[in-house]
């Protein structure tokens, strides 16, 4: 076995590609064993392979992006906790600490060593959104991260191949779905061990001493192509101010980019102050991860993330401030802030880089059930339970409309109504696009979506529905002269929750009749440039298929149809 220091470009290409189908591998491990809807169908996971120092190599192609941010930090951080020098083969480390990890409790990071010839070669690791983390079931009333459930402190969960099962019976014992959390958990302990079986195989086949030198190799040239993206931006200081709505009044993150040669800070100074409640407050390390996802987005899209990407990049964010809160700030909801930065980064570098940015985005709405029979009479029926993510329309570019119900900034998926009707008690009434939701534009913000539903009749217990929705109360914006999308709605039976209901936050209900009708809609996506300019042929085929409305064709684009 030699050490090889050297890679032509053809080999490197296989080396990568070959990576990639490792943590592809992994992914579809995790798919497979899974058991809730929330990683099986909202695929809302990420697998990574890290070099011995915890240096991301690849990511599977579904990972969740800011999870593809977060899994080197915690792997970074559980070194420096127990040491290389410490760890053995059959070794599996866990922690799901907010400040650590991917932001919130749900989310769980499993990270496994594989050794040759007890040597470390380096990481597989994964991070899964489980099922339930315990604590409130309204997210919106927490005000402490103690409100907020489960906190698994960095830990081994194997030793040397033994399964530690203090740690399983704590999780069990702290979360409302025990048997769908522990059996995610035991999924990505599963993926973790084929992902470093086959890296350890793929070394063999290459005859490589370590990776060491491939990982150089690989983030060197990743380094070097963003260094060059960045080096096209004009140095100077690029400036936004996003300004949203939660609970008792607004909020804002404000940016500013600064590029001075082939490197670039992102510095949000002046954001609003951590908040007191509801969860929607960002620790820095999801923080980080989100901005530097959308900087890649900007500035280097065509090239497969790893560490290399980042090394030109700073991202800052004053301590005690909502995007970098201090313990024990809460934090379940930080989406309902954090995808705010990907807007703020796309408007403070639209006048310099005005067709490598999109208009702001309609992000997820959806639900959270609990259901369990009134009739078990102890009798150990398990509680149901089902996320049903739906999402938003992404913001239009210079060149191309926004796509409809796209969950961006993340990788999940729709979940789709016929898994979650089998996983819960509810009867979805109705799903579609929500006609005139994309802001108008000359190119057209993507749709959202408007949907419906309700207990079934033959249900004894009463369905605990969670609603969580982004831009309730201010839409999404249009860029460069574009429109407006739609602000989301909810309605109870009919009537629309007034702006003293949402100011309170409070997004649980109670169904206990078949005949109340909880009916949402999500946000579309701003439009890009101006209105008047768009093409008559494609304000006629948006008008055909629904997408918009006789009245919104000649009040916004300037066209009538007869």
Same mark, same amino acid.
């Not at 592809?24 to 169908?41: H, K, L, P, Y």
């Not at 931006?233 to 082939?262: A, H, M, T």
């Given at each position: 076995m030699?050490?090889?220091?050297?890679?032509?470009?053809?080999?490197l290409?296989?080396?990568?590609?070959? #990576?990639?189908?490792?943590?592809?591998?992994?992914?579809?491990?995790?798919?497979?064993?899974?058991?809730?809807?929330?990683? !099986?169908?909202?695929?809302?996971?990420?697998?990574?392979?890290?070099?011995a120092?915890?240096?991301?190599?690849?990511?599977?192609?579904?990972?969740?992006?800011?999870?593809?941010?977060?899994?080197?930090?915690?792997?970074?951080?559980?070194?420096?906790?127990? !040491?290389?020098?410490?760890?053995?083969?059959?070794?599996?480390? +866990?922690?799901?600490?907010?400040w650590?990890?991917a932001?919130?409790?749900?989310?769980?990071?499993?990270?496994?060593?594989?050794?040759?010839?007890?040597?470390?070669? &380096?990481?597989?690791?994964?991070?899964?959104?489980?099922?339930?983390?315990? &604590?409130?079931?309204?997210?919106?009333?927490? $005000?402490?991260?103690?409100?907020?459930g489960?906190?698994i402190?960095?830990?081994?969960?194997?030793?040397?191949?033994?399964?530690?099962?203090?740690?399983?019976?704590? +999780? @069990?014992?702290?979360v409302?779905?025990?048997? %769908?959390?522990?059996?995610?958990?035991? @999924?990505?302990?599963?993926a973790?061990?084929?992902?470093?079986?086959?890296?350890?195989?793929?070394?063999?086949?290459?005859?490589?001493?370590?990776?060491?030198?491939?990982?150089?190799? +690989?983030?060197?040239?990743?380094?070097?192509?963003?260094?060059?993206?960045?080096?096209?931006?004009?140095?100077?200081?690029?400036?936004?101010?996003?300004?949203?709505?939660?609970?008792?009044?607004?909020?804002?993150?404000?940016?500013?980019?600064?590029?001075?040669g082939?490197?670039?800070?992102?510095?949000?100074?002046?954001?609003?102050?951590?908040?007191?409640?509801?969860?929607?407050?960002?620790?820095?390390?999801?923080?980080?991860?989100?901005?530097?996802?959308?900087?890649?987005?900007?500035?280097?899209?065509?090239?497969? %993330?790893?560490?290399?990407?980042?090394?030109? +990049?700073?991202?800052?964010?004053?301590?005690?401030?909502?995007?970098?809160?201090?313990?024990?700030?809460?934090v $379940?909801?930080?989406?309902?802030?954090?995808?705010?930065?990907?807007?703020?980064?796309?408007?403070?570098?639209?006048?310099?880089?005005?067709?490598?940015?999109?208009?702001?985005?309609?992000?997820?709405?959806?639900a959270?059930?609990?259901?369990?029979?009134?009739?078990?009479?102890?009798?150990?029926?398990?509680?149901?339970?089902?996320?049903?993510?739906?999402?938003?329309?992404?913001?239009a570019?210079?060149?191309?409309? !926004?796509?409809?119900?796209?969950?961006?900034?993340?990788?999940?998926?729709?979940?789709?109504?016929?898994?979650?009707?089998?996983a819960?008690p509810?009867?979805?009434e109705?799903?579609?696009?929500l006609?005139?939701?994309? &802001?108008?534009?000359?190119?057209?913000?993507?749709?959202?979506?408007?949907?419906?539903?309700r207990?079934?009749?033959?249900?004894?217990?009463?369905p605990?529905?969670?609603?969580?929705?982004?831009?309730?109360?201010?839409?999404?914006?249009?860029?460069?002269?574009?429109?407006?999308?739609?602000?989301?709605?909810?309605?109870?039976?009919?009537q629309?929750? %007034?702006?003293?209901?949402?100011?309170?936050?409070?997004?649980?209900?109670? #169904?206990? %009749?078949?005949?109340?009708?909880?009916?949402?809609?999500?946000?579309?996506?701003?439009?890009?440039?101006?209105?008047?300019?768009?093409?008559?042929?494609?304000?006629?085929?948006?008008? $055909?298929?629904?997408?918009?409305?006789?009245?919104? @064709?000649?009040?916004?684009?300037?066209?009538?149809?007869?």
């Amino acid at each position: 076995m030699t050490t090889q220091t050297k890679f032509d470009p053809l080999t490197l290409e296989i080396l990568w590609q070959r #990576l990639i189908t490792v943590v592809d591998e992994m992914a579809s491990i995790v798919v497979r064993t899974s058991f809730s809807t929330v990683i !099986g169908a909202a695929n809302d996971f990420g697998c990574e392979v890290m070099d011995a120092q915890g240096r991301s190599l690849a990511h599977a192609t579904r990972s969740m992006p800011v999870f593809n941010q977060t899994l080197p930090h915690v792997t970074q951080a559980v070194i420096e906790k127990f !040491g290389i020098e410490t760890m053995r083969p059959g070794d599996v480390f +866990i922690t799901n600490d907010p400040w650590l990890c991917a932001g919130h409790n749900p989310d769980i990071a499993v990270m496994t060593p594989f050794f040759r010839n007890g040597e470390l070669m &380096g990481f597989a690791a994964s991070v899964a959104h489980v099922s339930d983390a315990g &604590g409130m079931l309204d997210s919106n009333l927490a $005000r402490e991260s103690y409100d907020e459930g489960l906190l698994i402190p960095m830990a081994r969960l194997y030793n040397q191949g033994q399964l530690n099962e203090v740690i399983l019976d704590f +999780i @069990a014992q702290n979360v409302r779905v025990s048997e %769908s959390v522990i059996g995610d958990v035991q @999924a990505q302990v599963t993926a973790n061990q084929a992902g470093g079986q086959k890296m350890l195989a793929l070394m063999d086949e290459y005859g490589l001493a370590d990776l060491r030198n491939l990982s150089d190799e +690989i983030q060197n040239r990743s380094e070097k192509a963003m260094r060059a993206s960045i080096a096209k931006v004009p140095d100077g200081d690029y400036r936004s101010r996003v300004v949203f709505n939660e609970f008792d009044g607004e909020l804002e993150i404000q940016c500013k980019i600064s590029v001075q040669g082939d490197e670039l800070t992102a510095d949000f100074a002046g954001s609003s102050p951590q908040q007191p409640k509801g969860g929607i407050n960002c620790t820095f390390v999801y923080s980080r991860g989100q901005a530097s996802y959308g900087l890649k987005c900007i500035l280097l899209p065509d090239v497969p %993330s790893n560490g290399g990407c980042f090394r030109p +990049i700073e991202i800052s964010a004053p301590q005690g401030s909502i995007l970098n809160c201090t313990k024990p700030a809460s934090v $379940r909801m930080r989406t309902r802030t954090g995808w705010y930065i990907h807007n703020a980064l796309f408007a403070a570098l639209a006048p310099v880089l005005p067709d490598q940015v999109m208009a702001p985005s309609g992000f997820i709405g959806g639900a959270t059930v609990f259901a369990h029979p009134k009739t078990s009479n102890g009798t150990g029926e398990k509680t149901l339970h089902s996320w049903f993510f739906n999402g938003g329309g992404m913001g239009a570019g210079s060149t191309t409309d !926004g796509v409809s119900t796209c969950i961006y900034p993340s990788s999940a998926s729709n979940v789709p109504i016929e898994l979650f009707e089998v996983a819960v008690p509810i009867l979805v009434e109705q799903k579609e696009f929500l006609t005139d939701s994309g &802001g108008p534009g000359k190119q057209r913000g993507g749709l959202g979506l408007q949907m419906a539903l309700r207990k079934l009749e033959s249900f004894d217990g009463e369905p605990v529905v969670s609603l969580w929705l982004h831009g309730q109360s201010i839409p999404p914006l249009g860029l460069n002269g574009g429109g407006e999308a739609n602000a989301a709605q909810v309605y109870i039976d009919g009537q629309e929750l %007034s702006e003293e209901e949402r100011a309170e936050g409070t997004g649980l209900i109670t #169904l206990d %009749s078949a005949d109340t009708l909880i009916a949402f809609t999500t946000t579309g996506g701003g439009g890009f440039g101006e209105a008047k300019q768009r093409n008559r042929a494609l304000v006629a085929e948006d008008l $055909r298929n629904g997408l918009i409305s006789e009245e919104k @064709a000649a009040t916004e684009y300037g066209y009538t149809f007869v």
